[in-house]
């Protein structure tokens, strides 16, 4: 019975073991191995007087389905939706199945501390799936870490940040900027950067981590422009003409929202065409889901830094897209930030599982070092630092609208919120 | 027909019934009935009350109609969040940082300095102090430039919400200074009180109450006053206001910035609450929301502004967790009805249908309706 708290894809196989059993692992995921709530009595799983009960355990899902942001956010909420019904068919987490309370942030911070409060202190739910903007995870940190709250959150972001009460399932900013640059540097001999932004706190960090690697670890490489333009912005043509004149191998973008759209079209209009490489255009911002706004024809023949593309290649990710259309529609995209959100609820239960207790407290020690094989990224494990070790993948954009991944680093790269030489 | 001389008492009974029937449901039933987290809820709701009162003065009362009351609510919420992030980046907690001791999204934008404007607000006394200073300064301006040159109306309202565009634009480029479109997050204590933990939320919201009816004071004074007078004869009929020798401008100057001095302090006192402020209470949406409070309180109704405030927040909240895919249309519903069914919004409502009703089982009460009445009725 020792073996019952362990679920399938905890183990404590090599890596090598992993990449090499892979197949085998990954079909054990979807063959239910069933944990019995009766091994775990409630009292002894629970004494922090979380919404669990002998047969369910409740979580929440805080996004925005409503105002600007539901575009993005949307498919996150499907992709925990999906982890959390698959996750009950095979019989739950420690036996008991996972009911979800929904609650719409609105794209609004202050109404996103609202419902996190409502579901930390009112629901008392035992995780919360949820967020996507950096803004948003701010106003919700202080109301996770006053009532001992746990936050699996999906999105890529700037970094600068490692609360005891969250989960960072997606990249920290040089998890997706250095392997990215330094790809383009030696496969395509780019020595110029063209850096632009939307003007917000994760295109800036981000790009000062870029501005500091170009200069300081790349040999002979510089920075020949820096630009921001506020969200929402729709005229690039200036910064068009001066990269023009500036002639960089590369514009590296991080341009949001619907930003995007405008800013490929002028791009394409202005005769800067990304299949022609010259300037080469690379950019963390753009996923399956924004290219479905800028419209494939636009961006094609562009390159995207990111940890997961729809595209990948291996039998996780096969059987994910698969139950995710079966779920979803056919039509729908998945990006890089909605199969992060997928792996909240697989962490959560691992972590709970190692933990055999829901209570916050335990469900943290218990986080770090926890491994998914079944991710579809491929293998992922959660760092000392709450961040995921993940695997930085370059993809060219297609006019299909989807990513063909021409490079991905060899190893895992380990998360870094608080670069050393890059502040 | 011999009409019935109108009082001008600073309360009549019937208003006093009105603010006791307030008082008892803020300071008894809603804390005897709420747990801790609704009654915070609550708390947050009443400070956009301030707002909704502010908008009675001016724009029920005086027919200044402001699309921008969100700018003098962010700019209080901002002096007072200034307090708070300076007292919460002590260098002690922000070692991690490449310069301990200034607010930490400071550092994350290169800044190595606090700049010398965030400097003051090391000072609570000196934050009081600016919290009304600020907006009433910023409304003054705005105020004399624009009634000075007689410019009204519709004209002014659109005025007003390109002055809270360009401010929302200036406080999320500034990011450096102003924590952008973040805002400024993590406060945690007042001069060493904690104020996250649920008994310092309850005293917030007693001392959040006793503002409100202070405001409410003022605002009834203002509304009695001569001055109350001249502004619904100003809001009828400016010109003849004008030519009867009364400096129109200036008491269209005063009543603007007496609201945004409202907003103030609503928006200090929802940061305290809330615990962080941001441009998103700056822009043009939260300023039109403040206005349709105001509207379903029923625009000339002082106390309706704050029951106004109160069952739309509450409704959106309510709508949102019981309908989280449907509750803006639930909202956007509860707008029309309220508009098409009550153009008085909700004291319309109480004065029309339900304090009729009232009156015969106490009859005492008439006469004070007939005078309260004689002041209503708007001209447009």
Known sequence: MTDTKKSPEISNLSRRTVLAGGAALSASLFT????????????????TGLAVTDTTVTCGILHSITGTMAISETGSVQAEKLAIEQINAQGGILGRKIEFIQEDGASDWPTFAEKAKKLLVQDKVASVMGCWTSASRKAVL????????????????????????????????????????????????????????????????????????????????????????????????????????????????????????????????????????????????????????????????????????????????????????DMWGDEIVIGDVTQAAYLGPWLWKAAVEQAGSFDVDKVREASPGIELTSAPEGYVKVHENHHLWSKTRVGRAKADGQYEVVFETADLVEPDPFPEGYQ | MHPMPIKHSFMTRRDLVGYAILAAIIFIVFPALLEPFRLNLFGKYLTYAFVAIGLVLCWGVGGILSLGQGVFFGLGGYCMAMFLKLEASSPENTAIQSTPGIPDFMDWNQITALPWWWEPFNSLAFTLVAVIVVPVVFSFIIGVAMFRRRVGGVYFAIITQAIAAILTILIIGQQGFTGGVNGITDLRTLNGWDIRTDEAKTLLYFVNGGLLFVVLLIAQFVRKSKLGRLLIAMRDQEDRVRFSGYDVANFKIFIFCLGGAFAAIGGAMFTLQVGFMSPSFVGIVPSIEMVIYAAVGGRLSILGAVYGTLLVNYAKTSFSESFPELWLFGLGALFIAVVMAFPNGLAGLWSEHVEPRLMRLWPGAANDTAASTAEKTPAE
């Open chain 1, 142 to 325: 202080p109301v996770f870490e006053q009532y001992n709250g746990f936050l699996y959150y999906p999105t890529f972001y700037e970094g600068l940040e490692q609360s005891p009460n969250v989960i960072y399932t997606g990249q920290e900013a040089t998890q997706q900027i250095i392997a990215g640059l330094d790809w383009v540097n030696q496969t395509k001999g780019a020595k110029t950067f063209y850096l632009l932004g939307s003007d917000y706190i994760w295109p800036r960090t981000s790009n000062k981590i870029a501005r500091k690697h170009i200069e300081n670890f790349m040999d002979g490489c510089k920075v020949v422009g820096e630009e921001y333009y506020p969200l929402g912005h729709t005229q690039f043509n200036s910064v068009i003409n001066k990269i023009r004149l500036r002639k960089p191998d590369v514009i590296y973008a991080i341009v949001v929202g619907g930003s995007n759209v405008a800013f490929y079209k002028q791009l394409t209009a202005a005769g800067i065409d990304p299949t022609e490489e010259s300037p080469i255009v690379l950019t963390i911002s753009v996923t399956e889901d924004e290219i479905r706004g800028i419209g494939g024809e636009n961006i094609d023949g562009a390159y995207a830094c990111m940890k997961y593309f729809q595209s990948l290649e291996n039998e996780n990710n096969q059987a994910f897209v698969k139950a995710f259309k």
């Open chain 1, 32 to 47: 239910p191995k069933m944990l019995r709530a009766q091994d775990f009595p409630t009292d002894v799983v629970n004494t």
